[in-house]
Structures are given as C-alpha cells and as structure tokens.
C-alpha cells in the first residue's frame, strides 16, 4: 500500500493533537512519576539479577518476579524492620530530653558555663534548646517511617513498577530508540551513561550512606548510648554532608558518654566512628562507585538537601540522580552535541 502525501494542514492538525496529548498525559501521570523514577532506578540495578535468572531458562515474566522478591526480602524488608525500631526510639527522645532523664546534669553544666560569660539579664536554656531541635527530628521521622495507606499503595505500585520495567524495559528501550532522531550509537551511549548513573547513585552514595548509618548505629547500641536506631538514620543522611558527615552525631555522642562518666565508653566511641565508620567511604568509594560519576560532594549536599525540600525523603535519592542525569548530558553533548557530530 503506497503512503498518501500529507498536506500542511493535516501536519499541523497531527502534531497540535499530538502535543495535547502529552499534556494530559503528562497530567495523569504527574502524582506518580516519583514511584516511576524509584520503579526504574530499581530496575536497572536489579538487572543483572534478572539477567542471571534469564541464564537459568527462566521465563521473562519468572525472572522478573524473582527478582523482586529479592529486592523484598534483602532491601525492603530490613529497611521496614529499622523503621519500626526508629518510630519506637523516636517517641522516646522527646520525653527523655524533656525529663533530663541520663543527661540533666549534663546539660545542666552547660547551661551554667555558657551563663557565665552572658551579659546581665540575658539566659540561655540549651535543654529547651535540645528539646525543640529533638521534637522536630522526632516528628519527622516519625512521619518517614509511619505506615499509611498512601505509602503502602506507592509502595505496592513501586514493585509493580519494577516488575513491568524489569519484564518489558528492552522493548521500551528499542522503541525509544527506534523514535529517536539520533543515530543508534548515540541513543545506545546515552541509555549506557544513564544507566551508568543510576547504579552510581544507588549502589554508591546511598550504600555507603547506609552502611555508615548502620555501623554508626551498631557503635552506639554498643557502648550504650540511647536510642541507636534513630541516631543511626540520622548518620546515614548526615554522611552526605562534606567535611562534616557523620560527625554530626558521632562527636556528641563521645561528649554525651565522657560527660556522664563512661570514659572508657567514650574513647571506644571515638575510635569507632573514626576508624570504621568515618573511613568506610574512602574504602567504599573506589569499589562502589569507580570512576563513573564525578560529581563534588559539594553538589551533592545541595541536591540532596534540595530534594529533601521539593520532595520529601524520597528526595534523598531524587536530588543526587537528578544531578548525576544533568551531568551525563552535560558530558554528552559536549562529546557529541557541541560540534554537530553525529
């Protein structure tokens, strides 16, 4: 069958339909693209997983749920148990801080010392300090880690997003690749590059963070400072920060425990977190992520801190993968945009 010439107007007329369309798809599927990102991002580090059970002649629909099960039992399941040890710790922070249960004369010796060196007239309460500081972190971890309705549904359609994606990505990808204008190699770098990102992110920045928030919480737990767990995550989301990281709760910690007379406590807590929690990411770093994303910490901080804002917690993955993707264009079009060479 020979195509028909088409004339100007049934261009226009395709093409203005056509750009409604994706208006309104990009309506409908606007309150969930968050779990389609998460729903791809998995997927691509799942892959060679699932790629593995492809080799054992399971079916593409088997392999594919297999290997969500996976991402189930090994990541999603410890995560829920931590998340439910943090919503029980993070409940008891307020009332112990507010009580000065373990740490009143502590506190108490600060106040006083800083007292000393105000002006006349001028009084500075650090537990009331601590206690509001301690509410807000409390209550948003809380919230983090509460089982709704709403994040249970997300979380159902983030495994179906994975199972979809794991099952039927190769034929989306071909077929992005067949719409696109660029000649294959190119679309076949840049699919190579993302993916390269994603699992630089995932595999890389949170991993470490995680394993620095779990080291972290495990130090504490050990030399008996209260509520781990949810200093933990604390940690884990402090590692992103440069120079500073997980610092952030490790030296309190060292203060809290000499203060209160565990000096031995105190010391073992210090050479915890600087020789196995502080040097994980310089050993982690060269394996985990290599040399495919170069990014400075001090963009990452930003992203990470920027996706926490625009998104909520998930925005702790969002914000670096978003950043790491603009820095793959980036590159790509300097090696392949700039001179019109393709």
């Known amino acids: 069958m020979t195509n028909m010439p088409i004339n100007t107007t049934q261009k226009y007329f395709f093409f203005g339909l056509l750009f409604l369309t994706l208006i309104f798809a990009f309506f409908i599927f606007r309150p969930f693209w968050i779990v389609l990102a998460l729903g791809a991002s998995f997927a691509i580090v799942l892959l060679p997983i699932n790629n593995w059970f492809k080799k054992q002649h399971f079916s593409n629909w088997l392999s594919s749920l297999l290997s969500v099960i996976i991402f189930i039992v090994l990541i999603c399941g410890p995560l829920f148990g931590i998340g439910v040890i943090v919503f029980n710790q993070s409940q008891n922070v307020y009332q112990i801080v507010g009580n000065g249960e373990k740490i009143g004369p502590f506190l108490e010796n600060i106040n006083d010392t800083i007292n000393n060196y105000l002006p006349n007239g001028i009084s500075f309460n650090l537990n009331e300090k601590i206690s509001n500081f301690i509410s807000l972190i409390s209550s948003n971890v809380a919230k983090i880690f509460s089982t709704t309705l709403s994040t249970a549904f997300s979380f159902l359609l983030l495994l179906l997003s994975i199972f979809y994606f794991l099952k039927d990505g190769h034929k989306w990808k071909d077929s992005l690749i067949a719409l696109s204008p660029m000649s294959d190699r190119n679309d ?23 394993c620095q928030g779990l080291l972290m919480g495990i130090g504490l737990a050990f030399f008996g400072v209260p509520n781990p ?3 933990g995550v604390i940690a884990a989301i402090a590692s992103f920060i440069p120079t500073v990281g997980t610092a952030l709760v490790s030296v309190p910690a060292v203060i809290f425990l000499y203060a209160t007379g565990h000096t031995i406590e105190a010391i073992g807590m210090l050479v915890w977190a600087v020789v196995l929690v502080g040097l ?28 926490i804002a625009l998104l909520g917690p998930v925005g702790i993955l969002i914000g670096p993968l978003v950043v790491s993707l603009l820095y ?9 945009f700039k001179d019109n060479t393709f």
């Open 328 to 336: 793959t264009l980036i590159s790509i079009y300097q090696d392949d």
């Open 280 to 307: 994980i990411d310089n050993l982690l770093s060269p394996f985990v992520i290599g040399k495919n994303i170069k990014i400075p910490e001090f963009i990452i901080l930003f992203s990470v801190l920027g996706g």
């Open 229 to 231: 767990a949810l200093w």
């Open 188 to 210: 076949q770098k840049i699919i190579t590059r993302l993916k390269k990102t994603v699992n630089g992110v995932i595999k890389g920045y949170l991993f470490i963070a995680l």
